[in-house]
Structures are given as structure tokens and as C-alpha cells.
């Protein structure tokens, strides 16, 4: 039985990638920011429309790194709806997570429910774009400023996405994206901080790097979050080939809405249409008047080697190290918890053929005819 993955890493020609090694081995510079990591900044920057970036490791060193340089501390009002990553970055740096609920239709931190979780301790706002779908950041940035709070956007899933103004990257203090090789763009595994500032990038890459700001001289109790030569040379290589695929990217979920919106009991999500989209996921939700729940189809099309995930089950709010927290009960946090139960993401890369969009969508609608 063939066997279609939930997502597959972009991965060009090995042959053009080969160059890119031969250069490195014949500069003998791996790391610390050699010539391929000063290029992947640049060409990052011109093609996310941004001024300032910081290359990562990973992008869960990005979010570690991000609140230390913002100097974060105390509570950090937060989605439970994302990966754990997102939480897991505020406990590394001793903050405690606020979960707050989602809105139901893009999934996103509801800023109607963010001010009720503000108390005197809270100083920062961390929201995800879910999925890629801009968070309400106008809404987001105005009670941010009546609070005097940061606001950090985890970005892991927004890359190239814009909203009317530009990169949506631009929101915020700091945004903080992930290259992993799931990921719509990958370094096979990295992240950057977009950088409002030289300052800040200044400061964010001396945490990266230890603290030393020379051979001598450290500043901050740093980690070491630098990318490596080789992941950013896959980085420019990458991006010779990433309109192709955001382009195919766009063409399956396109099939994919005009096969499942028929389907009685099956919801698409809400397309974002005021910008460019990354159709980085491809979500459901399955309604009660679907005849079978989200778990048995979840079971049903694996049995059919169609790898689907439910993107975001359990909540993090859900994990031991979270649910004795106050905020992390499930009747705080009503459209998350619902949510959770009924998501399915469906397969979506760019090498998933046609046909088998097709065939993933007719069993779907084979199941709500049982």
C-alpha cells in the first residue's frame, strides 16, 4: 500500500546542491557566521520585504533567544493551540504561560478574550500565526500598548505570508520564524528573528553566540543558537526553488476546497484573502453531521496509508507540565478544547500529485456517505 505523508520536505536537485558544499569545503569555515550565512541574511531579507534578520539554529532557540533579549519575565499570554514549542520557550526561560482561547474561525489567539487574563504580573503577548493565518495583529498591537506589554509573534508557520501592508513578519517586537524541514521553507533544521532594529539584531546575536560580543568579552549568559554553513546553504538553494512550490502549494489546496466544501459535516478552513497566503497546513474539522467522528476517519484514512495529523491534539494546555495552571482548564478555553477534537490536517507539500488530492478527498467523501 502506498503510504502519502501528512507533509515532505522540499528538497531540490542534489546537484545543485553540490556547489554549494564544494564551496564550503574549500573555504573550511562550518559555522560563525561565514559567507553563507551572511548571503542567506541578505536574500532573506530582500525576499520577506524585512530589514533586519537573525539566523538560528532552530526556530525554538529563536523563541528562547527572542525573550531574552526582550528581557521577558514574569506571565506571557499565549494560544494552547500550537505546538509545544510555543510554551515550552516561556517555562525555559522561567515565565509562566497565560493560555487564553483561540477564535474559531482562524484559529488564531482571540484578542477579545486577552485583556481578562492581563494581570500586574503579565508583560508579553506571544500569539502564533496558526497555520500561516495572520493573527489579528491590529487588535493585538492596541492592547499591547494600553498594557505597556511586548508582544513576540511565534511565526514558525508564516513564512511569506503578507497582509496588506507587507510581510506580516513586521508585526509586533519581535517575530520569530521556523526553518525546519517541515516546513514551507526549510534549512533542514534552523529559524531566524526578524529584527526590528540593528540594535536589537545586534543584541540578539550576541546571545546566540554565548554573549561574547569579542574574543574576550561576554555580556549575557548566551546559548549557542548559530546556524550552521551547511543549513544555509540549503537555505539559498531553497529559495531559488520557493515560488515553484508556494505556487503548487496553492494549486492543491485549491483542489482541496472545491472537492471538500460539498461535503455535509466537513469545514475548510476560512481562506485568507486580504494578502498572500503559504497554505503551510491544509486543516478540517469534522462537524457532528459528519457520519463518523474526526478519530474514526483519522484511523480509517491512515488505514489507507493517507498519514493525516490532528494538528492540534492534545492542547498544550493538556501536557502535565501545563495543566495545573489556572488558565490551562478546559472551561477557560471552550473553542480550543472543541477545536482540538474535530482537526484534521490533510496532506500538503509540494511533490503530492494531483490524484492523490483527488484520492485523499474521495475517501473522505466516501466515509460521509456510510
Given at each position: 500500500m502506498k503510504s502519502i505523508p501528512v507533509t515532505s520536505p522540499l528538497l531540490p536537485p542534489l546537484e545543485e546542491f553540490l556547489p554549494y558544499l564544494e564551496e564550503i569545503w574549500h573555504s573550511r569555515i562550518l559555522t560563525n557566521g561565514g559567507s553563507m550565512h551572511k548571503a542567506l541574511e541578505r536574500e532573506l531579507c530582500d525576499y520577506l520585504g524585512v530589514e533586519h534578520i537573525a539566523l538560528f539554529a532552530n526556530g525554538t532557540l529563536g523563541l528562547v533567544t527572542a525573550l531574552q533579549a526582550l528581557r521577558i519575565s514574569g506571565e506571557v499570554i499565549t494560544t494552547p493551540y500550537s505546538f509545544v514549542a510555543t510554551a515550552h520557550s516561556l517555562l525555559w526561560n522561567g515565565i509562566k504561560p497565560v493560555f487564553v482561547d483561540i477564535d474559531p474561525l482562524t484559529m488564531n489567539l482571540d484578542p477579545a478574550k486577552i485583556e481578562a487574563a492581563i494581570t500586574p504580573q503579565t508583560t508579553a503577548i506571544m500569539p502564533v500565526h496558526c497555520y500561516g493565518t495572520p493573527c489579528n495583529v491590529e487588535e493585538i498591537a492596541r492592547i499591547a500598548d494600553i498594557y505597556n506589554l511586548r508582544v513576540?509573534?511565534?511565526?514558525?508557520?508564516?513564512?511569506?505570508?503578507?497582509?496588506?501592508?507587507?510581510?506580516?513578519?513586521?508585526?509586533?517586537?519581535?517575530?520569530?520564524?521556523?526553518?525546519?524541514?517541515?516546513?514551507?521553507?526549510?534549512?533542514?533544521?534552523?529559524?531566524?528573528?526578524?529584527?526590528?532594529?540593528?540594535?536589537?539584531?545586534?543584541?540578539?546575536?550576541?546571545?546566540?553566540?554565548?554573549?561574547?560580543?569579542?574574543?574576550?568579552?561576554?555580556?549575557?549568559?548566551?546559548?549557542?543558537?548559530?546556524?550552521?554553513?551547511?543549513?544555509?546553504?540549503?537555505?539559498?538553494?531553497?529559495?531559488?526553488?520557493?515560488?515553484?512550490?508556494?505556487?503548487?502549494?496553492?494549486?492543491?489546496?485549491?483542489?482541496?476546497?472545491?472537492?471538500?466544501?460539498?461535503?455535509?459535516?466537513?469545514?475548510?478552513?476560512?481562506?485568507?484573502?486580504?494578502?498572500?497566503?503559504?497554505?503551510?497546513?491544509?486543516?478540517?474539522?469534522?462537524?457532528?453531521?459528519?457520519?463518523?467522528?474526526?478519530?474514526?476517519?483519522?484511523?480509517?484514512?491512515?488505514?489507507?496509508?493517507?498519514?493525516?495529523?490532528?494538528?492540534?491534539?492534545?492542547?498544550?494546555?493538556?501536557?502535565?507540565?501545563?495543566?495545573?495552571?489556572?488558565?490551562?482548564?478546559?472551561?477557560?478555553?471552550?473553542?480550543?478544547?472543541?477545536?482540538?477534537?474535530?482537526?484534521?490536517?490533510?496532506?500538503?507539500?509540494?511533490?503530492?500529485s494531483l490524484a492523490d488530492v483527488r484520492l485523499i478527498c474521495e475517501l473522505v467523501i466516501a466515509a460521509s456517505e456510510v
Open positions: 513576540i509573534y511565534d511565526a514558525a508557520h508564516a513564512f511569506a505570508v503578507r497582509d496588506e501592508g507587507g510581510s506580516v513578519l513586521r508585526h509586533g517586537d519581535l517575530s520569530v520564524l521556523s526553518f525546519h524541514a517541515t516546513k514551507v521553507f526549510n534549512t533542514f533544521e534552523g529559524g531566524a528573528i526578524i529584527c526590528p532594529d540593528a540594535k536589537t539584531r545586534e543584541r540578539i546575536n550576541n546571545l546566540k553566540n554565548f554573549g561574547f560580543v569579542n574574543e574576550t568579552t561576554v555580556v549575557a549568559p548566551g546559548i549557542n543558537g548559530k546556524m550552521s554553513e551547511i543549513n544555509a546553504a540549503f537555505g539559498l538553494l531553497q529559495l531559488k526553488h520557493i515560488d515553484q512550490a508556494l505556487e503548487r502549494r496553492r494549486a492543491i489546496a485549491a483542489l482541496y476546497r472545491s472537492l471538500l466544501d460539498p461535503v455535509v459535516g466537513v469545514r475548510c478552513p476560512t481562506p485568507f484573502t486580504k494578502g498572500v497566503a503559504n497554505n503551510a497546513y491544509f486543516p478540517v474539522l469534522i462537524d457532528d453531521d459528519y457520519p463518523e467522528t474526526r478519530d474514526v476517519l483519522f484511523q480509517r484514512l491512515r488505514a489507507q496509508g493517507v498519514m493525516v495529523r490532528r494538528y492540534f491534539y492534545p492542547l498544550i494546555s493538556e501536557f502535565p507540565m501545563y495543566r495545573g495552571l489556572p488558565s490551562a482548564a478546559s472551561a477557560n478555553l471552550p473553542v480550543a478544547s472543541d477545536v482540538a477534537q474535530r482537526v484534521l490536517c490533510l496532506p500538503i507539500y509540494p511533490d503530492l
